[in-house]
């Protein structure tokens, strides 16, 4: 499987901002895609952002405006910048990966269940 490794989390105040990096092992396949999934206690996952290999981007609504999905695919890195952070932001954030990307809409790259490859997770904590 593809090895993902996040990091740059941690604990912010609202109104804050922290930036999500997700290394790649290996080159990825033509029809990849990428995806930050977030989880919050007692909470089923939640699709945050999604990028394929074209560079189209989806967004939940829940963060759409304020979270933004970017690629260096030459870094071999995918990025999550996070804007204006609310206290329910406050999960584990997952990067996940697939290397064989199908989809007719977008808005299915939200759904964990499109992702073979997960990382371990990353905490982002944001407080009043």
């Known amino acids: 499987q593809i090895h993902l490794v996040e990091s740059g989390g941690g604990s912010v105040q609202s109104g804050g901002s922290l930036t999500l990096s997700c290394a790649v092992s290996?080159?990825?396949?033509?029809?990849?895609?990428m995806g930050w999934l977030r989880q919050a206690p007692g909470k089923e996952h939640e699709g945050v952002a999604a990028i394929d290999s074209e560079g189209r981007t989806v967004h939940a609504d829940s963060v759409k405006g304020r979270f933004t999905i970017s690629q260096d695919k030459a870094k071999k890195t995918v990025y999550l910048q996070m804007n204006s952070l609310k206290p329910e932001d406050t999960a584990m954030y997952f990067c996940?990966?697939?290397?064989?990307?199908?989809?007719?809409?977008?808005?299915?790259?939200?759904?964990?269940?499109?992702?073979?490859?997960w990382g371990h997770g990353i905490q982002v904590s944001v407080s009043n």
């Open positions: 996940a990966a697939t290397d064989v990307c199908y989809y007719r809409n977008a808005a299915n790259l939200l759904g964990e269940g499109y992702y073979g490859s």
């Open positions: 290996g080159a990825p396949n033509s029809r990849f895609c």
